[in-house]
């Protein structure tokens, strides 16, 4: 019966790839605006200084990303997606669902997410808490919930301009949404002591609140084009605009980073984990299509070297924040081995 299981789905995905195997002789990439100019970098370099052609990118944002991977096996599914946010559990269980079973995870290395405004006017100085207020579709008002009564940033705090409350973000597909949500604004909603009680009392009822942005005109999706934003900035200097810290970096003669609690969002302040709305950037590899789609493990091999990912390497110029020598390491064994997220877990055993 093993055996039959065995030689059942090892049928089921030859049929997959029957007939199209010389189809493409490209890896297809998609997912994170985030990490999409850090892997457009990584192909670039894999297409010049190999016998491979350059990989397809598409930048889908990481929960687009992760539904066209997890959608099936075969030359018209992605080999690769990428996400500015780990995999959730939910994905895990549609790629298994369909088919997808052999899935490795690798982090790349960390990305700050900021809040920014055009450098035409002051630059902001936030807290989590004034954050969360501002956006929030709900705010406690006199010991109750309500819709949100705020429209300029001087009626929600007088220490703050009196202009409107706008701000330009990524839409609910985006893992820089998803990041976003769970440490700006559920840090946010933690120190107004009405929510910390209700976080206490009925941890679901506090994330409903914590993640629920406004839908009334002032929180604007601006969809997944990070550089869309920034030009939307340069037109409205009273709007602020929500994307990882390397749309920053590659930007920084036409915008600035607002401070968050006081810490500016620069390369160091991440690095050394100062500024706190930070979070792990990753690209998932569809093990399936390792050896019938060329190339893969060579551009695993490319983004996970130093000369790419290293403290000295080509993507830190372009705002990747390096991650720490040792973990690293770690990952380019995971691409080298193509250890797969089910390996992984049977290795670290069960949690204590």
């Not at 996400?83 to 960390?110: F, M, P, W």
């Not at 409350?165 to 946010?188: C, H, K, N, Q, Y």
């Not at 920053?248 to 709305?277: C, H, W």
């Amino acid at each position: 019966m093993k055996f039959g299981t065995i030689a059942s789905a090892a049928a089921g995905l030859a049929m997959a790839f029957a007939g199209t195997a010389e189809a493409r002789d490209q890896i297809r990439i998609v997912g994170s605006s985030t990490v999409f100019p850090f892997a457009t970098a990584v192909a670039e370099q894999f297409g010049k200084t190999t016998a491979f052609k350059t990989p397809v990118i598409e930048s889908t944002g990481s929960g687009g990303g992760l539904k066209l991977f997890c959608s099936g096996v075969g030359l018209g599914y992605p080999d690769v997606t990428n996400s500015s946010r780990k995999i959730k559990q939910s994905e895990i269980d549609a790629c298994a669902g369909n088919g997808v079973t052999d899935v490795v995870e690798i982090k790349l290395g960390y990305d700050g997410i900021v809040l920014a405004n055009s450098k035409k006017t002051g630059r902001m100085s936030l807290t989590k808490e004034q954050v969360f207020r501002a956006l929030a579709k709900q705010v406690p008002v006199n010991g109750k919930l309500v819709a949100n009564p705020y429209r300029t940033w001087k009626a929600m705090d007088a220490s703050l301009p009196d202009v409107k409350i706008e701000v330009l973000g990524p839409p609910p597909t985006s893992g820089t949404r998803d990041a976003f949500v769970e440490l700006a604004m559920e840090g946010g909603a933690k120190a107004i002591p009405m929510l910390a009680e209700l976080r206490e009392s009925d941890k679901k009822a506090f994330k409903a609140v914590a993640h629920a942005i406004r839908e009334d005109g002032h929180y604007v999706e601006a969809g997944e084009n990070d550089n869309l934003i920034v030009q939307k900035l340069e037109a409205n200097p009273d709007a602020l605009g929500i994307f990882g810290f390397s749309f920053l970096d590659q930007n920084a003669d036409k915008i600035q980073g607002s401070l968050m609690d006081g810490v500016e969002p620069t390369f160091e302040n991440i690095a050394d984990g100062e500024y706190r709305v930070s979070r792990s950037l990753y690209f998932y590899v569809k093990k399936a299509h390792v050896g019938v789609v060329p190339g893969i493990p060579e551009y695993v091999a490319e983004f996970t070297s130093d000369k790419a990912a290293g403290p000295e390497g080509y993507l830190a110029d372009k705002g990747l924040i390096p991650m720490p020598e040792a973990e690293l390491g770690k990952y380019r064994e995971v691409g080298k081995n193509m250890t797969t997220l089910s390996e992984s877990a049977v290795a670290a055993g069960p949690t204590p």
